[in-house]
T-cell receptor, first 116, second 114 residues
Framework: DADVTQTPRNRITKTGKRIMLECSQTKGHDRMYWYRQDPGLGLRLIYYSFDVKDINKGEISDGYSVSRQAQAKFSLSLESAIPNQTALYFC???????????????FGDGTRLSIL | AQSVTQLGSHVSVSEGALVLLRCNYSSSVPPYLFWYVQYPNQGLQLLLKYTTGATLVKGINGFEAEFKKSETSFHLTKPSAHMSDAAEYFCAVSVSTGFQKLVFGTGTRLLVSP
């Protein structure tokens, strides 16, 4: 079984719909992240969470919201989907290292979201 | 602020040839550097990382990278390409102040021909 599981893997929806992407992990990591990947742009951070009570905006949070339901679960919502939110979305986790920046992130397999 | 530049969105090599994927970073404080690989329909997988110490870092699948502070580079190499190496490769940088924010490059797609 995957350590970081994203559901659904693929989703097609219409403009204006609300959609939720879910992420669960069995790694026991405190830190969780949501990214979107667009061709030629790499990965950009949407939201991140240090723990259940600590959620922070990333560089492209407009139009998105998140919920950290438990240490193992971190959901991303699009309240009113628009076509330019069509992208590949990734959830990731990491440990809280002694030196903050040196812990690698572990990624799920992604959710391919298409908004018509 | 940190940033990463990957030169070349596509790199083509023949099977058995040297693989060289270029990454240059910008950081005002000592960086941590990572290379990730993404196979089709999969998430990113860590290839290797540089934190402190030895500047030549060995990773999985025969890849290695060398941290060169004077050149602000962290290029990825593999002596002999294999067909299974065809994938997209991402360089990323983070720093030790605050939380771990990874800044990714735009990626390089490696194509391997027989």
């Amino acid at each position: 079984d995957a350590d970081v599981t994203q559901t659904p893997r693929n989703r097609i929806t219409k403009t204006g719909k609300r959609i939720m992407l879910e992420c669960s992990q069995t790694k026991g990591h405190d830190r969780m992240y949501w990214y979107r990947q667009d061709p030629g742009l790499g990965l950009r951070l949407i939201y991140y969470s240090f723990d259940v009570k600590d959620i922070n905006k990333g560089e492209i949070s407009d139009g998105y919201s998140v919920s950290r339901q438990a240490q193992a679960k971190f959901s991303l919502s699009l309240e009113s989907a628009i076509p330019n939110q069509t992208a590949l979305y990734f959830c990731a986790t990491s440990e809280a290292g002694q030196a903050q920046g040196n812990q690698p992130q572990h990624f799920g397999d992604g959710t391919r979201l298409s908004i018509l | 602020a940190q940033s990463v530049t990957q030169l070349g969105s596509h790199v083509s090599v023949s099977e058995g040839a040297l693989v060289l994927l270029r990454c240059n970073y910008s950081s005002s404080v000592p960086p941590y550097l990572f290379w990730y690989v993404q196979y089709p329909n999969q998430g990113l997988q860590l290839l290797l990382k540089y934190t402190t110490g030895a500047t030549l870092v060995k990773g999985i699948n025969g890849f290695e990278a060398e941290f060169k502070k004077s050149e602000t580079s962290f290029h990825l190499t593999k002596p002999s390409a294999h067909m299974s190496d065809a994938a997209e490769y991402f360089c990323a940088v983070s720093v030790s102040t605050g939380f771990q924010k990874l800044v990714f490059g735009t990626g390089t797609r490696l194509l391997v021909s027989p």
